[in-house]
C-alpha cells in the first residue's frame, strides 16, 4: 500500500521559511515523479512542484519558482520543498502526490494534479502578514 506522509507545516511570518518533507513508501515502481500541490480556502487545488524519481527533471509554478526548491534523498524515499521568501498567497494545506502510472508525464513532470495516482493527507501552512 502506498503511502505518503507530509510534515513540516506550521505559521510562519511573511518573508520567512519553511521545509516541507514527504515520506513516501508501498511502491517498487522504478520511474515516478513526486509532486507538491496546495489548496488554499475557497480554492481549488494547484500544483506547486515536482521532481522526477532520478531527481534530473523539476518543474515549477511561476507563483513559486525563484522562491522554492524541490529535492530528493533517494535512499530515504523523501521529497523536501525548501520554501523561501513566503507571502501570505502561500498560504494552505499542502500535499504532496505520486505518480507512477503515465510516463510522459512523469518524464516532463508535471504538476497537473488530474494525473497523480496517491496522496497524502496534506500539512498545513499558514503565512501571516
Known amino acids: 500500500e502506498v503511502q505518503l506522509v507530509e510534515s513540516g507545516g506550521g505559521l510562519v511570518q511573511a518573508g520567512g521559511s519553511l521545509r516541507l518533507s514527504c515520506a513516501a513508501s508501498?511502491?517498487?515502481?522504478?520511474?515516478?515523479?513526486i509532486g507538491w500541490f496546495r489548496q488554499a480556502p475557497g480554492k481549488e487545488r494547484e500544483g506547486v512542484s515536482c521532481?522526477?524519481?532520478?531527481?534530473?527533471?523539476?518543474n515549477y509554478a511561476d507563483s513559486v519558482r525563484g522562491r522554492f526548491t524541490i529535492s530528493s534523498d533517494g535512499a530515504k524515499n523523501t521529497v523536501y520543498l525548501q520554501m523561501n521568501r513566503l507571502k501570505p498567497e502561500d498560504t494552505g494545506v499542502y500535499y504532496c502526490?505520486?505518480?507512477?502510472?503515465?510516463?510522459?508525464?512523469?518524464?516532463?513532470?508535471?504538476?497537473?494534479?488530474?494525473?497523480?495516482?496517491?496522496w497524502g493527507q496534506g500539512t498545513q501552512v499558514t503565512v501571516s502578514s
Open positions: 502526490a505520486l505518480l507512477y502510472s503515465d510516463y510522459d508525464s512523469i518524464t516532463s513532470c508535471s504538476i497537473s494534479s488530474t494525473l497523480f495516482d496517491d
Open positions: 508501498g511502491f517498487t515502481d522504478d520511474d515516478y515523479a
Open positions: 521532481i522526477s524519481s532520478t531527481a534530473d527533471i523539476t
